[in-house]
């Protein structure tokens, strides 16, 4: 509340006399002394927003910092019970310590939006800085930086100013403590705390202060949160320290907002290394930790990318598919009815295509992969531990936080009972609830992940119906119906597309619907704390996105082609639909269209959405402020605007790119430049972000996190389950084990003569059934198997056959062992925290308490050389000692 008083001669009615004026929040109510008697002159002044900086993060007086805003609209006539519930919360803050300054709604740009400043005073935070054991600096960090980096010359043009990287001078930190405020290093008390831990201090104190008065049976009715559930306030947010396209005006601003957006937040700087220190004070440990990570994994790929642009590609000769032999081989139909025999070199650019991948080359690259996932992880690890000691998270007690009861706990849970630590009663959910919610929950991922098979099987099935009509069009000769790109373009190809691209629709459109059903299942269940939250939500969101996206990957992998049957005696889907063969060129290619339009397409439509969609919420939502002068937008309106940054905001970001990272790895074996299309996106993602976070959110408050939680774990297991997939898809989709055999034992002269004959088998077109027997067109008629020929044991499996799938078995076998044992043995060597972040954690905890200890010995000396004469009393900071031993060591 801004409150004036004026004394002032005035001319009042045209007589002399003295006038009294008190302004209080832009009203003036003057009282005059006339001649004529005494009046009061009340008199409704606006503050002139002119004078106040739009980028102006303080109160009225301009000293006063602005911590949080809270912000509410006028309630319908006869809704008293928000009013109420504000009014009680505003004072129970204000009993709390904290400063508030209210904005009416008059001074707002739409008229009807109220806006309340909070500022928490010096002692509220020295308080709660004590209370979470907030670490602060006491001495210069001394200990010598010895990393010396190979020409580190050469990565000059990726760096940024020192200013930007270290906003800060390196410092030996501890918890604060209240009692000994002048052990640290304090020169400005309105300075010494920055912004983030100032926000995440009155969070704290917002997220616990009660909105009712202290009735014993409504205690637990409390909290920042609960408030805004139930509409009392609109929005909660701390604010940004400026606009991000230029400086604050005033002076004690940082800026901190305009450098990252002109060092970090711009695409032009995708090849500058990111200013995690800068982040991190800005937005927090838990926010920079995810930037560090997610910056990690894109470097990371660069050399996966690098390995599979080069491994791959590999010139064959196709001259018996392509040529005179691949022209004379009919082969049998691949529908029925409607199709018609075929000859096999129509198939010559799919061959081409997939043997352009399927080599020996990607067998390398394969477990090339399985060894840098292992890299992967464990030198994050190392990241993540030096992050760890440079951020002062190595002592972090993040249980304190993961064992705060969610406040939708508390209001759900009606049944109390006696909690034997705290003697207090608290709520709880009983064993029959919880029993039966988890089983209901249960019951609900299945159904679910149920309706996302059968949605698959629809795709399977629309593959089944449709390609007969794509071959009946088709035909040997695609260019009597196709003129520019028919040459290109075979029945499998444009079936694989069409049902790809289907599939990707049916895949976004469930998306949206599994996020709201694994929320609501995750909200039934009550779960008790936010970290149990946030691990349940994640179990469920990534179990639904897996089944969802890679089930149709797996399909064509392990399933298409498998179980076919033999001409004469196929295999029938619903006893209609004949299931689908691989082309001759083997079903790899089909998997690597499939996983490219679902990649790729998820990755365009990802960051077009994440860009598109806040800019165009916020441009709508600021449409009226944008009539007005710049000058009268004030920080908090501007902040206003802005879209609310969730507090699943991060969750989203990582379930984006672990989604991500299971494409690149568990099915990398048939399409190696995926690491390629992931690094490109990626660079384009961190930007993305950036931008997002700086120009289109909210600022977040501020949160530590250590580590990146139980997607570590997540991402493990996609590690170990991708060496098992790339294994079988090399053996089983791939046609590099059959070749090798012909090469290697077959042949008798290590060539790959002969080979199309001998991996074919014979047909007797008389064999086939009336009802799907094709017009007789060409003989003899050739199919994709290890098959006797008709006459005696007809069409049964040839002992190559058997001999091929046994070496099928022994490489998954060899190659998982081999992958497994180094992976194994690099983790084992690559210890996970540096040994020079031991020794710094070591030599730091040393000193710390060596400069304690010479503390606690200096105001020891000051006490006793005080009270020397009349100090009877045992010191209680060495309560096992006698006087006489304190007195003789410290003189």
Known sequence: MYVCVCVFLCMYSGLDGVCVCLCVDGVFVCLCLCLDGVCVLSVSLQVDKNQQSKDSVFFRDGKRRIDFVLSYTDDRAGDNKKQERRKEYEANLQKAGLELETEDKSESEDGKTYFVKIHAPWEVLATYADVLKIKVPFKANDIPNNRDIPMDWLFTPFRLPDRIMNPEPDYFTSSFNKEKIDFFLIDDKETFFPPSVRNRIVYYILARCPYHKPVLEEKDKKGIKRLLNNGTYGAAFPLHDCRYWKPAKDLNSDSERFHLYKHWARFHSFFKEQPLNLIRKYYGEKIGIYFAWLGFYTEMLFFAAVVGVISPFKITSFKDICGEIGGSIVMCPLCDKKCGYWKLNSTCNSSWQSHMFDNVGTVFFAIFMGIWVTLFLEFWKRRQARLEYEWDLVDFEEEQQQLQRRPEYE?????????????????????????????????????????????????????????????????????????????????????????????????????????????????????????????????????????????????????????????????????????????????????????????????????????????????????????????????????????????????????????????????????????????????????????????????????????????????????????????????????????????????????????????????????????????????????????????????????????????????????????????????????????????????????????????????????????????????????????????????
């Open 411 to 891: 209001t759900k849970c009606t049944a109390r009972r006696l909690n034997t630590v705290t003697q207090e009663m608290e709520p709880y959910l009983p064993v029959t609830s919880k029993c039966a919610r988890t089983f209901l929950s249960g019951a609900t991922v299945l159904f679910w992940i149920a309706l996302i098979i059968a949605c698959i099987i629809g795709v399977i099935a629309y593959r089944l119906a449709v390609y007969a009509a794509f071959a009946s069009i088709i035909k040997d000769s695609p260019t009597k119906k196709i003129e520019l790109v028919g040459s290109l373009i075979t029945p499998q190809l444009a079936t694989s597309v069409t049902a790809s691209c289907i599939n990707f629709i049916i895949i976004m459109i469930l998306n949206l619907m599994y996020e709201r059903v694994a929320i609501w299942i995750t909200d039934m269940e009550i779960p008790k704390t936010h970290l149990e939250y946030e691990n349940k939500l994640t179990v469920k969101m990534f179990l639904f996105q897996f089944v969802n996206y890679y089930s149709s990957c797996f399909y064509v992998a392990f399933f298409k082609g498998k179980f076919v049957g033999y001409p004469g005696d196929y295999i029938y889907m619903f006893g209609k639909l004949r299931n689908e063969e691989c082309d001759p060129g083997g079903c790899l290619i089909e998997l690597t269209t499939q996983l490219v339009i679902v990649m790729v397409g998820k990755q365009v439509w990802g960051n077009i959405q994440e860009a598109l969609v806040p800019w165009l919420m916020n441009w709508w939502g600021s449409r009226k402020a944008r009539n007005h002068p710049e000058s009268l937008y004030s920080r908090w309106e501007q902040d206003h605007d802005l879209q609310n940054f969730g507090h699943l905001g991060l969750f989203y970001e990582y379930l984006e790119m672990v989604i991500q990272f299971g494409f690149i790895t568990l099915f990398v074996a048939s399409f190696p430049l995926a690491p390629l299309l992931a690094l490109m996106n990626n660079i384009i993602e961190v930007r993305v972000d950036a931008w997002k976070f700086t120009t289109q959110f909210r600022r977040p408050v501020a949160a530590k996190a250590h580590s990146i939680g139980a997607w570590q774990e997540i991402l493990n297991g996609v590690a170990v389950l991708s060496v098992v997939t790339n294994a079988f898809i090399v053996s089983f989709t791939s046609d590099m084990i059959p070749r090798l055999a012909h090469l290697y034992v077959y042949s008798g002269n290590q060539t790959m003569n002969n080979y199309i004959n001998q991996s074919l088998s014979v047909f007797n077109i008389s064999h086939f059934q009336e009802w799907n027997k094709p017009d007789p067109d060409e003989n003899p008629n050739w199919y994709r198997d290890y098959r006797n020929p008709p006459g005696v044991d007809q069409y049964k499996h040839t002992m190559r056959f058997w001999h091929i799938l046994a070496a099928k078995l022994a490489f998954i076998i060899i190659m998982e062992h081999v992958v497994f044992l180094v992976k194994f043995f690099v983790a084992w060597i690559i210890p996970d925290v540096p040994s020079e972040v031991k020794a710094r954690i070591k030599r730091e905890r040393y000193l710390v308490q060596e400069y304690l200890h010479n503390y606690e010995v200096e105001k020891l000396k000051i006490q006793l050389s005080r009270r020397e004469d009349d100090c009877l009393c045992t010191p209680m900071i060495y309560p096992d000692i006698s006087r006489h031993e304190v007195l003789s060591e410290c003189l």
